[in-house]
């Protein structure tokens, strides 16, 4: 009965005649469509016309097939994988339905804005994908559709004609050119049209948008404009910007299709309606080849999103965010290579697809000229009308208008799967015949490409850029300059697709989203951010609590965390402030792994995590946002480097000493600052001098102050104490501190210090930590450390600081060894080590509110603020200045005051001339030194010392405790056990002089 139905009604609707051109043998496709909206039900028929003998697959995907005749013949069709074939020439007629349900639409961070699902229903109709069998190749198609009344309808077409009837609204639609598919939407639209140069452009839109149709016509005209003199004319006589109430953007022949929550966007006109317009030549006129590779979303984001850009001078920044996309989601997993690339279904896609194939055509234009590159797209586009092209017709059109071969370039970029990763090296200048000339190698790691590099170089009084050609997979270059060079930028406007350098390279959200391995830290806050979280979870995240988490998942993993409070970032961060209010999504680097990121996320309410969440996706080049019930009301990129930037020279610091300033002065101004610290280099007594005068100084204005020192540790605060109360004596103090153990530096630098303070009273304070635990920490990580060492360090650990990690890298390298130590854990021990004194520093002035303190400490601990200064701010808050020596850098922000203070020697220590060990808990002589104190006293190889005067020696340190503070002509007793032939040792007692 029903085909009955359908027979009849297709016979009611009139065809119109089609002018064919060209491919005459090209099936004709006629196609009647009606609709029970309740239902979601499409009914279908379709009279295929094939024109020659030969099979043919037809597909039926998500439609259900009720009958199939060929030439008035029932058959049975075999319908394997979504496809049943059939064979000859003649009519084949098919009955068949479908239904497409209005469920909700799926969120695909990954792949926002593009819907392919069809739906039937009350909102509209939307059939955009394979919703009638589908055929080989092209095909003139002729498409009616019955429709309720109130519903308009498109579809691909040069006409469109209406008719009313009592079923219903009859729309025909005549498109009189071969095309692979067609696409139907229909929906309650107001419809707005204008005639430009000859085209009919029509705005349907939803009645509450229907304001916003007049700009979107204006701007199509503009875009219709200039497309069709930079390509050809455009070729079709009609076309519609239609509202769709799926989120998606899509351009098919005469029309293109914009959610409505992108249509309310207001930059929408000046960017995405203009790409949809350009695909009317590029992939709606000209067809792709997808068998052969997508070639037109590249060529259309060049000349559409890019160039707009490029217009207002802002290229440069738009191709460093394709770079930045592409590092950020194309991970190797996800790597391919810009040929394979068909269509978009996630970051990684987009990235290849869009941005590396826009980079393509840039590089190309670079390479041909202007005039070859647009000439050569009006004859492609000429040539190639209404047929599928692929890679290799855009090559030979390139070619042609070039006149050169251009077989190596499009291979490279298109079947080579990675993108150029080049690296500067030996950067150096040289005065070559009076001419200063910089001179560098340029080293591609992985594959050798071919390509053009721009390098600009600046000098003192000039900036030149050259063009050099990259050819080999190591080269050197010279580049004459006039004046000094100062710093040489390499590719500072990105027009090359490579990979960025680790300067020019933001942490952003796309990093976050397509990381290969991401995980979500959770705290017991999870309820707030549980809709966020599922999103997430399908994407790939995985999910650990907070108290979980350990160091190697922090370095291994790009982590979201939940709160802006919790022990994991205490732990990276040091304090994360809180920015803003509603949902805030912050980008870090990683402190333990820098290619990875640590994002911070914080909203107010479920509501604002929920409404911000759909939207993250769409921000992925950024790296701070904020939303306010789901708006966008900030957004951040970090600032980095443009272009690879290579130092060439660091000028001289020189300091014009018209006016020094007395250290009298300087105690003046420092004068009430809560932290005063004092850098000293450990073996240079000129600064401990320093350090003891600013004592001094304080002391004699009376201020009340303690002395923190790096040098002792905080377990043996007790026997430091003991000292200053005359417990015990010096000896004791320096055994009970084990200073000769732990500091090992020459006591006799900092006596004066400590006997300063015991005179007068002024507290000392050992600021740090067990070495074992900093040392723990150096070949393990954090990790390594048992749970009683974890409890002994701070929960608040600030990994951050970028230039002091830089610095400590170099150090490191100097380091024995380096190779095989890791230096992430080298960088968390020097930064425990500075938390920890930081964190002694903060309890002191805890505990005394009315003391101020004086900080000694080696300079790299205080240099830039880096090491303690910044992290005690961080606790307290508290007012601090730095004094250092100024010998190791006299850069500006390196400290308050640098001094300079001349070399003096400390008061002698004098040596006894042995060698020790420590053997069974006896300290024996293994070398005695030639015309030593210890030969004069008659000490001998294989002497076990028991002891000096009344001092007892129980390991090495203590002798150094004897020895420490001995005048020349000083007599002394040792008494030694010496081993005799057969009879054992023997206790002999010697008298010797200092
Ligand atoms: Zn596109």
């Not at 998500?62 to 020439?89: A, C, H, L, W, Y």
């Amino acid at each position: 009965m029903k085909i009955l139905v359908y027979s009849i009604a297709f016979l009611l609707f009139l065809f119109f005649t089609c002018n064919v051109h060209a491919e005459e043998n090209l099936p004709v496709y006629d196609l009647s469509v009606s609709f029970d909206i309740e239902k979601n039900l499409l009914k279908g028929f379709a009279a295929i016309h094939l024109k020659e003998d030969g099979e043919m697959n037809i597909s039926v995907n998500d439609i259900r097939i009720i009958s199939v005749k060929m030439n008035d013949q029932t058959i049975q069709p075999e319908i394997k994988d979504s496809i049943f074939k059939v064979r000859g020439k003649g009519i084949i007629e098919i009955v068949y339905e479908g239904i497409f349900k209005d469920d909700n639409e799926s969120a695909n961070l990954q792949n926002a804005g593009v819907v392919t699902k069809n739906v039937v229903s009350n909102r509209g109709i939307c059939l955009t994908n394979r919703w009638y069998p589908g055929i080989d190749g092209k095909a003139i198609f002729n498409l009616k559709a019955l429709l309720p009344e109130g519903f308009t309808a498109i579809s691909e077409a040069d006409e469109i004609a209406v008719l009313k009837t009592a079923k219903g609204i009859e729309y025909s639609f005549h498109f009189p050119h071969p095309i692979p598919e067609i696409n139907f939407v229909a929906a309650r639209y107001v419809e707005m049209r204008e005639t430009y140069n000859g085209i009919e452009i029509f705005g349907y839109f939803f009645p509450e948008d229907i304001a916003l149709a007049k700009t979107y016509i204006e701007h199509t005209k503009k875009y219709l404009q200039i497309y069709g003199d930079l390509i050809n004319p455009y070729p079709y006589q009609r076309f519609s910007v239609v509202e769709i109430f799926l989120s998606t953007g899509y351009s098919m022949p005469t029309f293109t299709l914009l959610g409505q929550d992108v249509v309310r966007l207001p930059f929408i006109v000046d960017t995405s309606l203009g790409h949809e317009i350009l695909h009317q030549w590029f992939g709606n006129h000209v067809y792709v080849d997808y068998k052969a590779g997508n070639w037109s979303e590249g060529l259309t984001a060049y000349l559409s999103d890019h160039q707009y850009e490029e217009e207002k001078g802002r290229g440069p920044e738009f191709r460093k965010n394709i770079l930045i996309g592409y590092e950020s989601s194309v991970n190797p997993e996800k790597e391919f290579p810009l040929k394979n690339f068909t269509g978009r279904n996630d970051f990684a896609s987009k990235a290849v697809g869009y941005g590396k194939g826009a980079m393509l055509f840039h590089m190309l234009k670079d390479l041909i000229g202007n005039d070859a590159f647009y000439s050569a797209l009006k004859e492609f586009t000429k040539e190639k009308e209404f047929q599928a092209a692929s890679w290799d017709d855009l090559r030979t059109a390139f070619e042609k208008a070039s006149g050169k071969n251009l077989g190596w370039f499009f291979s490279q970029w298109l079947e080579k799967k990675r993108v150029p990763s080049i690296e500067v090296r030996d950067p150096r200048v040289i005065v070559l015949k009076g001419i200063p000339t910089v001179l560098f190698d340029i080293l591609q790691n992985g594959d050798t490409y071919i390509f053009n590099l721009s390098v600009k170089i600046k000098t003192d009084t000039a900036e030149i850029t050259e063009k050099i050609k990259i050819e080999k997979g190591k080269e050197s270059f010279e580049i004459p300059v006039q004046g000094d060079p100062l710093e040489m930028i390499i590719d500072g406007n990105y027009d090359v697709m490579r990979k960025l350098s680790k300067d020019e390279y933001p942490p952003v959200i796309s990093k976050l989203l397509s990381d290969n391995k991401r995980l979500i830290v959770i705290s017991e806050e999870k309820e707030k951010y549980a809709g966020l979280i599922d999103i997430l979870k399908q994407e790939g995240f995985t999910v650990k609590e907070d108290y979980q988490i350990l160091d190697e998942d922090i370095r291994t993993n790009s982590l979201l965390v939940f709160g802006f409070d919790g022990p994991v970032l205490k732990r990276l961060f040091g304090e994360v402030k809180k920015t803003g209010s509603g949902f805030v999504l912050s980008v870090r680097k990683n402190p333990l792994n820098t290619s990875k990121v640590v994002a911070i996320a914080y909203g107010d309410s479920k509501d604002e995590v929920d409404l911000a969440a759909k939207k993250i996706s769409h921000y992925g080049k950024y790296s701070y946002l904020r939303f306010d019930k789901g708006m966008n009301t900030d957004k951040q990129a970090d600032a980095t480097e443009n272009g690879i930037i290579t130092g060439l020279y660091e000028p001289v610091q020189l300091v014009q000493p018209q006016k020094t300033i007395k250290l009298d002065e300087v105690i003046n101004t420092v004068l009430d600052k809560p932290v005063i610290y004092v850098g000293e280099r450990h073996t240079n007594y000129e600064d401990h001098k320093v350090q003891l005068k600013i004592i001094m100084g304080l002391h004699e204005r009376g201020r009340k102050f303690a002395i923190g020192m790096e040098m002792f540790q905080k377990p043996f605060q007790k026997a430091i104490n003991d000292y200053m109360s005359d417990a015990i004596s010096e000896k004791e103090f320096l055994k009970n501190t084990q200073y000769f153990k732990r500091w090992q530096f020459d006591y006799n630098l900092y006596r004066e210090i400590i006997e300063y303070a015991k005179a007068k009273q002024i507290p000392v304070i050992a600021l740090n930590l067990w070495a074992e635990i900093t040392k723990k920490v150096s070949s393990d990580g954090l990790d390594g450390l048992a749970d009683i060492e974890r409890s002994e360090i701070p929960e608040s650990m600030d990994m951050s600081d970028e230039g002091y990690k830089e610095r400590l890298s170099e150090i490191f390298k100097h380091h024995r060894n380096h190779e095989t130590r890791n230096f992430d854990y080298f960088y968390q021990s020097q930064v425990l080590w500075d938390e920890i004194m930081a964190d002694s520093i903060d309890k002191f002035l805890r505990k005394n509110p009315d003391s101020q303190i004086v900080v000694l400490a080696g300079t790299g601990h205080i240099m830039y603020d880096s090491g303690i200064p910044k992290r005690t701010y961080r606790l307290n808050g508290k007012d601090y200045v730095t004094v250092i020596p100024g010998t190791e850098s006299f850069h500006e922000d390196s400290g308050d005051y640098l001094f300079s203070a001349e070399h003096l020697p400390a008061p002698p220590t004098f040596k006894l001339g042995v060698i020790l060990k420590e053997k069974g808990g006896r300290v024996e002589i293994d070398q005695i030194v030639p015309g030593s104190i210890a030969k004069s006293a008659g000490l001998e190889k294989g002497d076990i010392l028991l002891s000096f005067d009344d001092w007892k020696i129980d390991d090495i340190a203590d002798v150094n405790i004897f020895m420490f503070d001995k005048k020349r002509g000083e007599k002394f007793t040792v008494k030694v056990l010496r081993k005799r032939f057969l009879t054992g040792y023997k206790e002999v007692i010697l008298n010797g002089t200092i």
